[in-house]
C-alpha cells in the first residue's frame, strides 16, 4: 500500500486516483497519523453484495423502531396533512 500526504493528494489528486483505479490502495495521511484510505472496487458483484448488506441492516434498525404490538397508524389518524405530498 502507498502512502500519501494530505497535501500530495490536494496537489495532485489525479494521479493518485489513477493509481488506484489501476489496483493501488493508497493511505492518506496528515503526519503520521492516518485519515483516509483509498481502495479500489473489486468487482461490480462486490457492490451489489454491499448494496444488500446495507438493505439488510436498514430493514433490521427499522424493525427495531417498531414491534410486533405497534399500531397501525391509517389516514384517519393524520392530524394535518402534509400539503406538498404526492403519493
Known amino acids: 500500500m502507498s502512502t500519501a ?3 500530495q493528494f490536494q496537489s495532485d ?4 486516483l489513477a493509481a488506484v483505479e489501476h489496483g493501488e ?4 495521511s496528515r503526519g503520521a497519523k492516518p485519515v483516509a484510505r483509498l481502495l479500489p472496487v473489486e468487482e461490480a458483484e462486490s457492490l451489489v453484495v454491499e448494496r444488500e448488506d446495507w438493505l439488510r441492516a436498514a430493514e433490521q ?3 427495531l423502531a ?3 404490538d405497534e ?3 391509517g ?3 393524520i392530524v394535518e396533512p402534509n400539503p406538498h405530498y404526492q403519493p
Open 61 to 63: 434498525n427499522l424493525s
Open 25 to 28: 490502495p493508497i493511505l492518506i
Open 66 to 68: 417498531y414491534g410486533p
Open 75 to 77: 389516514p384517519e389518524k
Open 5 to 7: 500526504t494530505i497535501e
Open 71 to 73: 399500531p397501525e397508524y
Open 13 to 16: 489528486p489525479a494521479s493518485l
